[in-house]
């Protein structure tokens, strides 16, 4: 079972930014799909991007433009440059990995399609 291990959470003011990193306990190349996801008290966890081995990503469309994500597959790990932070955005985010290369937005952006997660990093953004 692969291990997930997220950093780089924090306070920000609304407008700042912060980048999150998840590393993997295993070659990226076992990994073929890791996705971000967030959640706050009392609400299902959501999706936010997941980026394919190719480098495909998807986003969800409330961080598209402002969030990137990218990964690095001989360090065996991926990030989240978030910009342009709203209070909104405030969440815990949880890094997850998936084995297979296939799948579509629908699939990506549900939690059943990830086989392993990370503890969470908590991100506050102040208004």
């Known amino acids: 079972q692969v291990q997930l291990v997220e950093s780089g959470g924090g306070w920000v003011q609304a407008g700042g930014s912060l980048r999150l990193s998840c590393a993997a306990s295993?070659?990226?190349?076992?990994?073929?799909?890791m996705g971000w996801f967030r959640q706050t008290p009392g609400k299902e966890r959501e999706f936010v991007a997941a980026?394919?081995?190719?480098?495909?990503?998807l986003y969800a469309d409330s961080v598209k433009g402002r969030f990137t994500i990218s990964r690095d597959n001989a360090g065996n790990t991926v990030y989240l440059q978030m910009s342009s932070l709203r209070p909104e955005d405030t969440a815990a985010y949880y890094c997850?990995?998936?084995?297979?290369?296939?799948?579509?937005?629908?699939?990506?952006?549900?939690?059943?399609?990830?086989?392993?997660w990370g503890q969470g990093t908590q991100v506050t953004v102040s208004s």
């Open positions: 997850a990995a998936r084995r297979a290369a296939w799948g579509s937005y629908e699939i990506l952006a549900t939690q059943n399609a990830y086989s392993a």
């Open positions: 295993e070659r990226t190349l076992t990994i073929q799909t």
């Open positions: 980026i394919r081995y190719s480098g495909g990503t």
